[in-house]
C-alpha cells in the first residue's frame, strides 16, 4: 500500500519548514542544560522519605508493592499513589554506556519510590532550569495508579513517551495523578536515553548487541515496556491492555514502536501527539553511520578501532559538546530493531497494528517561527517564500498573503503548520485508518498557554506545539495556570484518553461522541465547543500540499 501525498524529494530549501526545524521540537524552556553526569543519590542508592513529599502526603498510610527486583514503597498525593524513580534498567554508565540496556539489579528491603530520577543527559542549549538533575543514570519510570488500587485490578495502561528532538527533556515534567485519579487507570512516565548517548548509529557499536543497532534510546522504551508488562499487575495495572502515548518526538517514537517487531505484543493501543509518522522519518543505515562518523570524529573518537572505548571513556560534557552542531537525527532504520522507515512500514502493512489517536494542534509551527524568526518583515516573509517553494512561491504567497493573517510572523505559522504538522497528520492518519480504528483530533484553544520561558512579547502563540500537554497531564513546564473553562477542557480530554486506553474507543457519556476519521472526520478540542469536523483537510489545504515536494524525511 502506498502512503498518501507526494513523497518526491527536492534539493530546495524549504524555508525553515517544520522538517529543518524538527531539532526544535519542544525546546522551549531556555534554561542552561548540563552536560554534566552528574550522579544523583535517589538514583543509584535506597533513599529515605524525600523532603519533597508535602507534609500531608507523609501522615498517610504509605501503599508497598512487589516487583521482579524487590519491594517499593510510594506515597499518597492528589488522590492518587505515586511510585517515582522506579528503575526499569540498569544504569547504561562506564562499560554499559552506549549498549542495550540491561535488566535492573535486585535490591533487599524496601526501596523508597518517592522521589523522581535524574533527567538523562540534556544534549541541547534549550533544557532543564536545574542542572544537577541530569545524569547518564538516568533509566527511571514513575508510575502513578488510583488511591487505593491493588494488584488484580486490571486497570488500563497508558505509558507516556516525551519530546524533545531525541536531544532533550525528561518524563519527570508530567505527572500522572491527574489522569490516574480521574479516568482510574495506571498512569507510567519514562525516560530514556537522548541526543548521540541514545542515538549513535556505529557498527562498532551496533556489533555488540542483538538487534544490530545503534539506537539505544528506542532500545530504552521498548524495554520499557517489557518491564511493564512484567510488573505493571503488581500496581494493579493490565499488562494486556496497555496504551502508549507520545508527543512530537515522542509520537516519533511511538512510530518507531509500531514498526519494531520486537515491540510486538508489548502495547494494545497507541497515542499520536503531534509527531506524524509521515513527517517525521528515520535516516537509512548509511546516512546514519556517516552521521556517527560525523559525531565521533568532532568528539575526538576518528579511529574505527578504538572507537567505542574511545566514547566510553569521553566525559558526558565533551559528548554534549560534539553533538551541538551535529544534533542527532533520532533512531535509524535498516537494523534489526527497525528493519524500515514506521511510514513506510505502516503503509505496506506490516506493522504492530492497535488502535490509534492521532493529531495536531491548531497552530503548531507559531513556536517554531516565534523562536527563530519573531520579528520577520513583510519583504523577508515572500522572499522566503519564492526562495523555498521556487516556480511554486507565487501560488503559496496568493494563498497565503500577509494581508489574510495580519502579520508576516502568523501567515509563515500558517504555511509551516499546513505544509508539515496538519497535513502530514492527515496523511498518516490515513495510513492508519484503511487498516485500523483510527480517531483523529485537533487542539484549538485560542488562548492557550505556552511553554514557560518561550513566550514572545507581542506574538500570539496560542495553539503551538505543545499547547496541549497541559490539558492532559500534571505538567510542570507551562507558563501558566489553566483557566476554569480551560481546565473543563483538561477534564474532557483526560477523559477520552482514558476510555480509548481502556475501551480502544474514546467513547464517553455526555461527551461530544468522536467518530473514526475514516471519512476524513476530526474533533475539534475547544473550551467552547468540542465538535466533530469535515473541514481539517481543507482548513489547513491539504490537496495543494500534497502537490508539493518535500525534503527526505528527517
Known amino acids: 500500500m502506498k502512503r498518501p501525498g507526494n513523497r518526491h524529494t527536492s534539493t530546495r530549501p524549504l524555508l525553515g519548514t517544520a522538517l529543518t526545524l524538527v531539532a526544535l521540537l519542544a525546546s522551549a524552556i531556555p534554561a542552561a542544560a548540563s552536560g554534566s553526569a552528574s550522579s544523583s543519590a535517589s538514583a543509584s542508592t535506597l533513599t529515605s522519605a524525600s523532603a519533597s513529599a508535602s507534609a500531608s ?26 511510585f517515582l524513580g522506579v528503575p526499569y534498567a540498569a544504569p547504561p554508565v562506564g562499560e554499559a554506556r552506549l549498549r542495550a540496556p540491561r535488566e535492573p539489579r535486585r535490591w533487599d528491603g524496601v526501596r523508597e519510590a518517592d522521589r523522581q530520577a535524574p533527567a538523562c543527559v540534556q544534549f541541547s542549549p534549550f533544557g532543564l532550569a536545574d542542572p544537577s538533575a541530569v545524569s547518564e543514570d538516568c533509566l527511571y519510570l514513575d508510575v502513578y495508579r488510583p488511591k487505593g488500587a491493588r494488584t488484580g485490578a486490571r486497570l488500563p495502561v ?22 490516574a485519579d480521574l479516568t482510574d487507570s495506571v ?19 551496533a556489533r555488540e548487541n542483538a538487534r544490530r543497532t545503534g539506537s539505544f534510546g528506542l532500545l530504552d522504551q521498548v524495554e520499557a515496556l517489557r518491564w511493564t508488562r512484567q510488573n505493571i499487575a503488581a500496581f494493579g495495572g493490565n499488562p494486556r491492555n496497555v496504551t502508549v502515548s507520545g508527543q512530537s518526538a515522542g509520537s516519533a517514537s511511538v512510530c518507531g514502536l509500531l514498526a519494531a517487531p520486537s515491540a510486538s505484543g508489548l502495547f494494545h493501543r497507541a497515542v499520536l501527539q503531534s509527531g506524524p509518522c509521515t513527517l517525521i522519518g528515520t535516516p537509512d ?26 566514547l566510553r571513556a569521553a566525559p558526558a560534557a565533551a559528548l554534549v559538546e560534539a553533538g551541538r552542531t551535529l544534533p542527532t537525527s533520532g533512531p535509524a532504520s535498516g537494523d534489526g530493531l527497525l528493519p524500515v522507515d514506521p511510514a513506510a512500514a505502516i503503509g505496506s502493512g506490516k506493522w504492530n497494528k492497535v488502535p490509534v489517536i492521532i493529531g495536531s494542534t491548531r ?24 526562495a523555498g517553494y521556487g516556480a511554486a512561491g507565487p501560488e503559496v504567497l496568493a494563498r497565503y498573503p ?153
Open 285 to 310: 543505515s548509511a546516512r546514519a553511520e556517516g552521521q556517527g562518523r560525523d559525531f565521533a570524529e568532532r568528539a575526538g573518537c576518528a579511529d574505527p578501532v578504538t572507537v567505542a572505548a574511545c
Open 402 to 554: 500577509v494581508s489574510a493573517y495580519g502579520t508576516p510572523y502568523l501567515a509563515l505559522s500558517a504555511v509551516m503548520t499546513d505544509s508539515s504538522f496538519a497535513c502530514h497528520t492527515a496523511w498518516t492518519a490515513q495510513l492508519f485508518a484503511s487498516q485500523v480504528p483510527t480517531y483523529a483530533y485537533e487542539f484549538d484553544d485560542p488562548d492557550s498557554p505556552t511553554l514557560a520561558g518561550a513566550q514572545v512579547p507581542g506574538l500570539d502563540m496560542s495553539n503551538a506545539h505543545s499547547a496541549e500537554l497541559a490539558y492532559l497531564h500534571d505538567f510542570t513546564a507551562g507558563d501558566r495556570p489553566l483557566s476554569e473553562v480551560q481546565a473543563a477542557l483538561a477534564t474532557r480530554m483526560k477523559r477520552y484518553w482514558g476510555a480509548f486506553a481502556r475501551f480502544g474507543s474514546p467513547a464517553v457519556p455526555g461527551q461530544t461522541a468522536w467518530p473514526t476519521t475514516g471519512s476524513g472526520t476530526v474533533l475539534s478540542l475547544n473550551p467552547a465547543s468540542t465538535r466533530t469536523s469535515s473541514s481539517f483537510a481543507a482548513d489547513h489545504q491539504c490537496g495543494f500540499w500534497r502537490t508539493q515536494p518535500t525534503r527526505p524525511p528527517l
Open 187 to 205: 498512569v507510567v512516565g519514562i525516560n530514556y536515553r537522548l541526543g548521540q548517548l541514545g542515538y549513535l548509529a556505529l557498527p562498532e557499536l
Open 158 to 179: 497508558i505509558l507516556w513517551i516525551h519530546g524533545g528532538a531525541y536531544t532533550m527533556g525528561t518524563g519527570t515534567q508530567f505527572g500522572g495523578r491527574t489522569m
Open 57 to 82: 502526603a507523609a501522615t498517610l498510610p504509605r501503599p508497598v508493592v512487589t516487583v521482579a527486583q524487590g519491594r517499593l514503597r510510594g506515597q499518597v498525593r492528589d488522590g492518587a499513589e505515586e
Open 363 to 386: 497552530s503548531e509551527s507559531r513556536l517554531f517561527v516565534a523562536l527563530s524568526q519573531p520579528r520577520l518583515t513583510d519583504e523577508e516573509y515572500k522572499a522566503q517564500i519564492l
